[in-house]
């Protein structure tokens, strides 16, 4: 059985991480999420869910905003051949959550390690980052850092992903 909510969260109180959960309607996209924006501070994500050529699975979390090449990113990730989406099935299997509510706190239900998870360093660098809490009816905020740390505990030794043609250091995702 995948981790509840209350799981999550008391695995983040263990890990002493502090954290902020708001509770809203369901939002499945981030066009569908942009009422919370003036309620939410921090960088805002897009979590995608894919699946190489060999069948590798990784999660790659950008900002909100970033436009992602999917055609590219496997090079960056070290994936073999590009990337697809991996399916429904699969995300539920694996990361133990539904369609829209992909989120890096998935990493708790993955106790094989059987997915890389990559961070685009651009939204790392807003401090505070938010994801949906294992369900996209509410978002949790965390500090970055304490979101790397998590996902260390989870066994998932995080990818962090500069955007292409940014000075060395300074994060972002490619366009």
Known sequence: MPATRAELTAFLDGLG???TTIEHPAVFTVAESQFLRARIAGGKSKNLFLKD???RLFLFVA?????IDLKTLHLKLGAQGRFS???AELLREVWGVEPGSVTP????NDAQGRVTVALDAGLLA?????????QNTA???????????????TGHEPLIVPREGAPAGSGAIPD
């Open 85 to 87: 989406f991996a399916s």
């Open 126 to 134: 807003h401090g505070t980052v938010n994801f949906h809490p294992l």
């Open 63 to 67: 900002e909100d905003e970033a436009e």
């Open 139 to 153: 978002t949790t905020a965390l500090a970055a850092d304490d979101l790397v740390r998590f996902l260390r505990a």
């Open 105 to 108: 706190f998935g990493a708790i």
């Open 17 to 19: 991480i502090a954290w």
């Open 53 to 55: 050529r060999k069948g």
